[in-house]
C-alpha cells in the first residue's frame, strides 16, 4: 500500500499525524501496538503537548517509527517537531515572568504556530529585550564551574573514572581538552581514562563571549589498574547519529553519556561490558578488533545486552 505524502501547510504537527491516523482507520491502541509507543506519548503528540513528552531523542524516534507506519517523510515529520517545540519552550520561558492570571490563561492554552500567531510581536519583543539584558550581563560575567567527583587527590581503581560537575546553563565545557555534553540544567558527566600513578584533569567552562574559568583536579590511580591490555573485553563503539549510552562495566554502577554522530567511544572491562543504547542503528560495535556491525535497526532501543570475550566466538 502507498500511502499519500502530503505537507504540512497551516496544520500543526499534531493536527497532522491526528488527521493522518484516522484517515487511515488506526486507533491510538492499534498504533501504540505497532510502533511500541506508549498511548499517552501518542496522545501527547497528537495534543500538541510537548512537556509531556520524554527527551528529544526518545521523540525523534517516536516520529521515525511513526513516519514508517503512516507512510510519511520522517524528515518532514522532525522538522515540523523541532520548529514548534522551539517555539514552546521560547513561551513557556516568558510564561515565568507574566503575571499569575496570565500564567492560569497559558495553562489552558495548548501552544502551537497557530496560537502563537495572535501574541507573536509581544513575545517578540520581550525575547529580545530579555536576550540583551541576559547578553549584556553575560559578556563581562565568567561562568560558574563546580566539580562533584571525584575529589582532587582521590585514589581510583579501575581503567576510567567518571568525572562529573556543574555549570551555567547554555556553556561549553571541555575535560582534558575533550568536549563535554552538558544539560538544559548545565549539568555535565563525562569517563576518562587512567592508568597507575597520578593523572592531571583540566576542566573548563566556556561562556559565548570567550570567559572561561577553569579548575584542575588530580586523581591517583592504583598500581593495579587494569590496561586495555589486561582486559578480556575491549569495546569500541561508533556513533552515526545521536545516541544516550548507558553501560556498566564488571558489574559496576551503571553510567550514562550523550553522544553524537562521528563519535567514538571505548570501553574496557576484565570479564563483562553491559550496554543500554537509544538508537541501535546507530551504535556500531568492535569487539577485541573484530567489527560486530550495527547493535540492531535505526531507532530501536536495546537495553542490557551484554558483551564478553565469548561474544565473537563461533
Known amino acids: ?43 501527547a503528540l497528537e495534543d500538541g503537548r510537548f512537556g509531556k513528552l520524554p527527551p528529544d531523542v526518545y521523540v525523534l524516534g517516536f516520529l521515525r517509527r511513526l513516519s514508517a507506519l503512516y507512510g510519511i517523510e520522517a524528515k518532514m515529520l522532525v522538522d515540523q517537531y523541532r520548529k514548534e517545540k522551539v517555539i514552546q519552550v ?14 492560569k490563561v497559558f495553562d489552558h492554552v495548548v501552544i502551537n504556530p497557530k496560537t502563537v500567531s495572535l ?32 575529589q582532587d587527590r582521590e585514589v581510583v581503581s579501575g581503567s576510567s573514572v567518571m568525572i ?32 597507575a600513578g597520578p593523572k592531571e584533569l583540566v576542566v573548563v567552562a566556556k561562556n559565548k563571549f570567550d570567559k572561561t574559568v577553569t579548575k584542575t583536579i588530580t586523581v591517583i590511580g592504583e598500581d593495579d589498574i587494569m590496561s586495555a591490555a589486561d582486559a578480556s573485553v575491549n569495546l569500541e563503539l561508533r556513533f552515526s ?11 559496576g554502577g551503571p553510567q550514562t553519556e550523550n553522544f553524537y554522530a562521528g563519535d567514538t567511544k571505548e570501553i574496557s572491562g576484565k570479564s563483562k561490558v553491559v550496554i543500554s543504547t537509544t538508537d541501535a542503528g546507530a551504535t556500531r560495535v568492535v569487539l577485541n578488533g573484530q567489527d560486530l556491525g550495527a547493535m540492531g535497526r535505526a531507532g530501536e532501543r536495546l537495553d542490557n545486552i551484554p558483551f564478553t570475550a565469548e561474544s565473537v566466538s563461533g
Not at 491502541?29 to 496522545?43: D, H
Not at 560537575?165 to 555535565?188: L, W, Y
Open 119 to 150: 501574541g507573536v510581536g509581544v513575545i517578540f519583543v520581550l525575547a529580545t529585550l530579555g536576550y540583551l539584558i541576559w547578553a549584556v550581563s553575560s559578556i563581562n560575567r565568567a561562568p560558574s564551574l563546580e566539580i562533584f567527583s571525584p
Open 241 to 251: 547519529g545521536d545516541v544516550t549510552l548507558t553501560y556498566t562495566i564488571d558489574g
Open 1 to 43: 500500500m502507498v500511502f499519500e505524502r502530503k505537507k504540512l501547510n497551516t496544520e500543526t504537527l499534531s493536527e497532522y499525524l491526528k488527521e493522518v491516523r484516522q484517515r487511515l482507520g488506526f486507533s491510538l491502541e492499534v498504533v501504540a501496538e505497532k510502533t511500541a509507543i506508549q498511548p499517552k506519548f501518542l496522545k
Open 90 to 103: 521560547n513561551i513557556l520561558k516568558q510564561r515565568e515572568n507574566v503575571k499569575p492570571w496570565l500564567k
Open 164 to 195: 562529573s560537575g556543574r555549570t551555567d546553563p547554555g556553556m561549553s565545557v571541555t575535560i582534558n581538552q575533550q568536549n563535554v555534553f552538558v544539560d538544559s540544567d548545565g549539568n555535565f558527566q563525562s569517563q576518562v581514562g587512567l592508568n
